[in-house]
């Protein structure tokens, strides 16, 4: 099914999606850049400076989702919930159609990153997540990294299923999250910079999707917030 997208760079799959998926790709990106700045700095931490965009292909997997799906305002039922579940499947396969074949344009240093993100990102620290099940440290840094960041994101922009929630809303829920949802340490770490983090989402929030895509590169390399 994959050879629909030979030609097309994973990038490109990107902006096939709903423009809400566009933004909420773009934010992810630039919030795991700001929160690998206070990750410790152990041996592999040169691997952090490629969190940020294997993030942003986090979500690639929904291209295979029934855009009506993703637009949906209204209750999803079990089978649609079941669709939206594969995304994560769906971008495994994918990611490997594009490693197998040489297209994408994703660097072959930075497939096993976005491959993680995007395979794994649902998964809980307690087990419960999906599409496998893995549980603490078993779940792949990058995507734990990209979880927190994707779950605030997702409450505090508007979506087609819910308007956006408030900042304390988003702490609150990934505090009582911390050690079920969310790798503890990292959810601490992430409390620990909420004030920046809402003060970074404002800036976010104040431009369109098109120059928020130039402006992302100003936001990861800009003063740390």
Not at 10 to 23: G, K, N, T, V
Not at 90 to 98: C, K, R, T, V
Not at 205 to 223: G, M, N, Q, V
Request: include cysteine; charge should be negative; charged fraction near 25%.
């Amino acid at each position: 099914m994959f050879e629909f997208f030979q030609g097309l760079t994973a990038d490109e799959l990107i902006h096939m999606l709903p423009e809400d998926q566009i933004r909420h790709s773009l934010n992810v990106e630039i919030l795991v850049g700001k929160l690998v700045e206070w990750l410790p700095k152990p041996e592999e931490a040169q691997l952090f400076d490629y969190y940020s965009k294997a993030a942003y292909f986090h979500d690639i997997g929904k291209v295979c989702v029934p855009p009506y799906i993703l637009s949906k305002t209204g209750a999803l039922t079990v089978e649609e919930r079941y669709i939206i579940r594969c995304h994560t499947i769906y971008a495994q396969d994918l990611l490997a159609f594009y490693r197998e074949s040489g297209s994408g344009e994703i660097p072959i240093f930075l497939l096993p990153l976005t491959v993680q993100a995007a395979v794994y990102h649902h998964e809980w620290w307690n087990g419960k997540g999906y599409p496998y099940g893995l549980s603490g440290a078993d779940i792949p840094y990058v995507a734990r990294v990209t979880s927190i960041c994707d779950a605030y994101d997702a409450m505090v922009s508007n979506r087609p299923y819910h308007q956006a929630f408030t900042h304390e809303y988003a702490c609150e829920e990934i505090r009582r999250g911390a050690g079920t949802q969310f790798d503890p340490l990292l959810a601490k770490l992430f409390l620990k910079h909420e004030n920046e983090i809402e003060c970074m989402f404002q800036e976010i929030c104040a431009y369109p999707t098109d120059k928020l895509e130039i402006e992302k590169k100003r936001l990861l390399i800009s003063k740390q917030i």
